[in-house]
Nanobody
Framework: VQLQASGGGLVQAGGSLRLSCAAS????????TAWYRQAPGKQRELVAA???????NYADSVKGRFTISRDNAKNTVYLQMNSLEPEDTAVYYC??????????????????WGQGTQVTVSS
């Protein structure tokens, strides 16, 4: 599975952005898709995730401000970010947890990462 992230940019505090993560390849192997972010000097952290069944979870720091959703027809997962704060500044990455059978009929579990997209929130 290949993931293409887009939608980052520069926005003022209080503004909004929508990130997109378009998937291609073995779409049926995707069990969950998540957004992570990494700010300079900090560890990568989970922002939000959505399973193939539609369950979602969010980091406490973004609850009530960010919404993760998906469009199955477009094989795309979105992260709507509202009320952005300077602390949200980071490189955002999408990731997909995959599960499929290989040529030996063995179950394979792996994670695929997209490239990052920069989000900068000015005060």
């Amino acid at each position: 599975v290949q993931l293409q992230a887009s939608g980052g940019g520069l926005v003022q505090a209080g503004g909004s952005l929508r990130l997109s993560c378009a998937a291609s390849g073995n779409i049926g192997s995707i069990k969950a898709t998540a957004w992570y972010r990494q700010a300079p000097g900090k560890q990568r952290e989970l922002v939000a995730a959505i399973t193939s069944g539609g369950s979602t979870n969010y980091a406490d720091s973004v609850k009530g401000r960010f919404t993760i959703s998906r469009d199955n027809a477009k094989n795309t997962v979105y992260l709507q970010m509202n009320s952005l704060e300077p602390e949200d500044t980071a490189v955002y990455y999408c990731a997909a947890d995959l599960q499929y059978y290989n040529a030996y009929d063995e179950i394979v579990v792996e994670r695929s990462w997209g490239q990052g997209t920069q989000v900068t929130v000015s005060s």
